[in-house]
């Protein structure tokens, strides 16, 4: 049904403002068809930043072992699907270059001063948030090319709209003049 609204073909009774309407149609399905690449771009871009972000090994983020310098405080409870929030305790790890360092990193609570935990450094020696897992990478990528092909369609969609809007606005304007002259007519018909 939908189809046949919108297709072209040389009915006589099919006016102009019909054929700008299948015309704008088409223009919306064929933006959305061609934001496909723009859409994949996006998403490989995304994935790419996301693999970089996340390199690890020499020049980029290493787990190292730090040492606690103080008793951490007691762990944050969280309720619910949230993780627990680690203390922030003051410790001394040995960066990249061979040289010590020294900051807060999250520690187990109630651990003890001396007790060695595992952080992540960055290629500077400060200490960074670990790295994300692959499938976190393709999922953010996977979103990012979705959200190019929603706002492209999202874009389609209100273009037809606004043109479809306009398009019913000169129908009425034409439908009104062609009842104001069939009117006339009538009138002056009476009248003879």
Not at 3 to 19: F, G, H, S, V
Not at 23 to 35: D, G, K, M, R, T
Not at 111 to 119: K, L, M, P, Q, W
């Amino acid at each position: 049904m939908l189809t046949r609204r919108y297709r072209w073909d040389r009915n006589p009774l099919r006016r102009r403002t019909d054929r700008l309407e299948s015309s704008l149609v088409v223009a919306a399905v064929l933006l959305v068809l061609v934001s496909v690449w723009p859409a994949v771009l996006a998403g490989r871009a995304t994935y790419g930043a996301g693999m970089a972000e996340t390199r690890v090994g020499p020049g980029g983020r290493q787990q190292v072992t730090a040492t606690l310098l103080r008793d951490a405080p007691p762990a944050r409870a969280t309720y619910g699907e949230m993780p627990p929030q680690l203390p922030r305790t003051p410790a001394r790890w040995t960066g990249p270059d061979g040289a010590a360092r020294t900051g807060e990193v999250a520690a187990p609570g109630l651990a003890r001063s001396g007790t060695a935990v595992r952080i992540w450094i960055d290629a500077e020696g400060r200490p960074a948030t670990a790295p994300k897992k692959p499938l976190e990478i393709v999922i953010r990528g996977a979103g990012m090319a979705v959200f190019v092909v929603l706002v492209a369609a999202l874009i389609a969609v209100t273009g037809f709209a606004a043109g479809r809007w306009a398009l019913d606005r000169r129908r009425y304007r034409s439908w009104d003049a062609a009842w104001a002259i069939a009117d006339k007519r009538g009138h002056g018909h009476r009248r003879g």
